[in-house]
């Protein structure tokens, strides 16, 4: 089972999104398999690793609106990215009332966990839904 590592602080520009990159980056080139997750609509980290949020196919978005496989980018830099776009804020508003929402990530990432040693998540600067996913 991977260690699943939330990177969060209510407050922005506190270092969360580099310090995923970063860690993540460190503990691929110890060997380890190493998923990040960007769970931010600001996408930073889907940035910060080279990739332009509006020009992807899947994001993190379908997984947690629709229940859909996560969509992952493989090997960059060393590691596999489940990226997000500004299309992520409509979660907080669509699935306000909806039950057991704080479980649907836990869910997206049941079937394929076992496939790494560590998940990082970068989340949001916000104590919103998005906040209490796990
Ligand atoms: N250890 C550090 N020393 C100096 N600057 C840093 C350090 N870590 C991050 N920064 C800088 O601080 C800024 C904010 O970092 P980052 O985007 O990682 O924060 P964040 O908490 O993810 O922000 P947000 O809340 O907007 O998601 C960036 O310009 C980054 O380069
Ligand atoms: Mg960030």
């Known amino acids: 089972m991977p260690k699943i590592i939330a990177l969060f602080n209510q407050a922005g520009g506190t270092g969360k999104t580099t310090l995923a990159m970063n860690l993540g980056y460190a503990l691929a080139q110890r060997g380890h398999n190493v998923l990040l997750i960007d769970m931010d609509p600001q996408s930073s980290l889907t940035v910060f690793m080279g990739l332009q949020p509006y020009a992807l196919e899947g994001?993190?978005?379908?997984?947690?609106l629709e229940q859909s496989p996560l969509p992952f980018l493989r090997e960059i830099h060393q590691m596999d990215l489940v990226p997000s776009n500004?299309?992520?804020?409509?979660?907080?508003?669509?699935?306000a009332i909806a039950i057991a929402k704080e479980t649907r990530l836990k869910k997206s990432l049941a079937p394929v966990?076992?496939?790494y040693n560590f998940v990082l998540?970068?989340?949001?600067l916000t104590l919103g839904c998005l906040a209490f996913f796990r």
């Open 59 to 64: 994001t993190i978005s379908e997984s947690v």
């Open 86 to 95: 500004l299309t992520l804020s409509a979660a907080d508003v669509r699935l």
């Open 113 to 115: 966990e076992q496939n």
């Open 121 to 124: 998540i970068d989340c949001p």
